[in-house]
């Protein structure tokens, strides 16, 4: 992978998805990325981090020696870390589908895992879903995207021990236009 590829090929896979959800918004080690994904090889996760990194997705902030290893800590990249909407019009219908799949794969991935470790038995105290439809125009979903994000902002970064952290994922679905 390199920074010339594209973001679709490089971060639609299971375990690049969940070192991207990791980061958010702050920096990680190595080390805080095997705690946290310890289901995942150690080598397979180096090798999906280096693939992330190669691509610019990923950047290299620090580095520093520990036991005679570097370790390395890392922040999001250069390159968003998303499909945006030029990538997924160049798309064929396969890898577009792939691609969906994948995000809502990883996702099935997410709740397994937060239900299977509900040691604490919140789990469904912070869990919820839904669908609605909107009827907008594409400037009514720019705005709606825009103000989304800032509802967001304050919450992307972990700034305490009583924060949880909860997946928050959207997908937007344009139906058909309507038969006049």
Same mark, same amino acid.
């Given at each position: 992978?390199?920074?010339?590829?594209?973001?679709?090929?490089?971060?639609?896979?299971?375990?690049?998805?969940?070192?991207?959800?990791?980061?958010?918004?702050?920096?990680?080690?190595? +080390?805080?990325?095997?705690?946290?994904?310890?289901?995942?090889?150690?080598?397979?996760?180096?090798?999906?981090?280096? +693939?992330?990194?190669?691509?610019?997705?990923?950047?290299?902030?620090? !580095?520093?020696? =520990?036991?005679?290893?570097?370790?390395?800590?890392?922040?999001?990249?250069?390159?968003?870390?998303? =499909?945006?909407? +030029?990538?997924?019009?160049?798309?064929? !219908?396969?890898?577009?589908?792939?691609?969906?799949?994948?995000?809502?794969?990883?996702?099935?991935?997410?709740?397994?895992? +937060?239900?299977?470790?509900?040691?604490?038995?919140?789990?469904?105290?912070?869990?919820?879903?839904?669908? =609605?439809?909107?009827?907008?125009?594409?400037?009514?979903?720019?705005?709606?995207?825009?103000?989304?994000?800032?509802?967001?902002?304050?919450?992307?970064?972990?700034?305490?021990?009583?924060?949880?952290? =909860?997946?928050?994922?959207?997908?937007?679905?344009?139906?058909?236009?309507?038969?006049?």
């Amino acid at each position: 992978m390199s920074k010339s590829s594209p973001i679709a090929d490089v971060v639609m896979h299971p375990v690049r998805l969940r070192i991207i959800q990791q980061l958010g918004t702050r920096q990680v080690t190595t +080390a805080d990325l095997r705690a946290a994904m310890p289901d995942i090889p150690q080598a397979t996760l180096y090798r999906h981090v280096a +693939a992330l990194v190669e691509a610019d997705i990923l950047s290299i902030v620090e !580095e520093r020696r =520990v036991r005679g290893a570097v370790e390395r800590t890392f922040t999001l990249g250069g390159r968003m870390a998303h =499909v945006d909407h +030029a990538e997924l019009r160049e798309m064929g !219908e396969q890898e577009l589908r792939q691609s969906f799949l994948t995000f809502i794969a990883h996702l099935g991935e997410t709740f397994d895992r +937060a239900s299977a470790s509900d040691a604490d038995g919140d789990f469904r105290d912070f869990l919820g879903f839904g669908e =609605v439809q909107l009827h907008v125009t594409t400037a009514d979903l720019s705005e709606i995207q825009a103000r989304l994000g800032e509802l967001l902002a304050p919450y992307l970064a972990a700034t305490g021990p009583e924060r949880r952290t =909860v997946t928050f994922a959207t997908a937007l679905i344009p139906e058909p236009p309507r038969q006049a």
